[in-house]
């Protein structure tokens, strides 16, 4: 590939992603609490490892988000699958999973379609997607590699060892192995979402004129509002409605949200403006989750109110600064 950013740059839109990965997808949704920023190197491991490989092996073939969301999917899986085991087991946490998800517990499957639906959600999008559009957002030219061959194997090991020693203390911790049908089905799950990510066309040019392009704070709205209905399903459907009531309701909400996405960006110009406004419409919806999800993790009211608006306030200058960057680029600069 040519016209690469300068080294310096390329190192630091790589390190970026690997820090803002786990700092989304644990610190601001409010899975750990302020106090725990220490140990963000070790997220790191595996949140930005994931992140960047997923972004590097997708640049590098040519590729963009149709072939980087089945890989942040199979991420999500092999995370709280093979890494994790949240997807087995029942007492995941402290939390009595089992009884939570035993509704819609399906056998073939080792775990439950409801579980099986929140990790993908917040994996796919949150940890791998949502990083990945910000920090690209700062790239001249979003289609380029910012890392050679050498750093490819070495982020390359860093992710292995990190979910290595992420696996392993969370087995330290919980004492739970899964089955090796559920590790099989796991396996075959991964499988298939890398093989669907790699047999997907190349993007080809648009001849769309960029003056055709959905107005970014509407796609930020609509991303908004789609993330925030999917959180607040808990307020949404009653206690004692079917259980299989949400899972149906994530199926429509993905279903729209797919189908709306591939009308815009076919009938629609779709750049860089458009890709943070629905970056950043996820990612303000995790500001307003972490207030409510940190209180649930055990965290002490002032700790948890503490961390969440530390953070909430950091996703929001960091969104500023995208959307600055973001209206001071050129149309031609893709």
Excluded at 3 to 26: H, K, N, Q, Y
Excluded at 53 to 68: N, S
Excluded at 171 to 191: K, N, P, R
Aim: proline share 6%; charged share 10%; aromatic share 10%.
């Amino acid at each position: 590939m040519t016209d690469r950013p300068p080294l310096l740059a390329r190192l630091g839109l790589s390190m970026g992603l690997f820090l803002l990965a786990p700092l989304v997808g644990e610190f601001l949704l409010g899975n750990q609490p302020i106090t725990e920023l220490p140990k963000l190197p070790l997220y790191a491991t595996m949140y930005g490892g994931g992140a960047l490989l997923i972004r590097e092996v997708a640049r590098r073939l040519g590729r963009g988000w149709p072939t980087m969301i089945p890989l942040a999917a199979a991420y999500a899986i092999l995370e709280e699958g093979p890494i994790d085991q949240m997807l087995w087991n029942p007492n995941y946490g402290g939390f009595d999973m089992g009884a939570a998800y035993a509704g819609t517990q399906v056998p073939v499957l080792g775990t439950s379609v409801a579980l099986l639906q929140d990790v993908l959600s917040m994996h796919t999008v949150w940890s791998i997607c949502v990083p990945i559009a910000l920090v690209e957002t700062f790239a001249r030219r979003r289609d380029r590699p910012w890392l050679g061959g050498i750093g490819i194997g070495v982020t390359a090991v860093i992710f292995v060892l990190g979910s290595v020693m992420m696996g392993g203390f969370n087995y330290l911790a919980f004492h739970y192995m899964a089955s090796a049908w559920q590790f099989g089905v796991a396996v075959v799950m991964i499988a298939a979402l890398v093989a669907a990510a790699l047999a997907l066309p190349r993007p080809q040019p648009s001849n769309v004129d960029a003056s055709t392009g959905v107005n970014p704070w509407l796609v930020g709205a609509v991303a908004f509002v789609a993330s925030s209905v999917y959180w607040a399903r808990d307020w949404l459907v009653p206690e004692n409605a079917w259980a299989w009531l949400p899972v149906l309701g994530w199926c429509v909400l993905v279903a729209a949200v797919v189908a709306l996405g591939m009308w815009t960006t076919r009938e629609r110009y779709w750049g860089r403006g458009q890709t943070l406004g629905a970056a950043g419409g996820a990612l303000l919806t995790y500001a307003w989750v972490g207030f409510t999800h940190s209180s649930q993790m055990g965290m002490s009211k002032g700790l948890a109110l503490a961390g969440s608006t530390v953070f909430a306030l950091a996703a929001v200058v960091l969104l500023a600064f995208a959307i600055r960057g973001v209206a001071r680029l050129s149309p031609t600069d893709t």
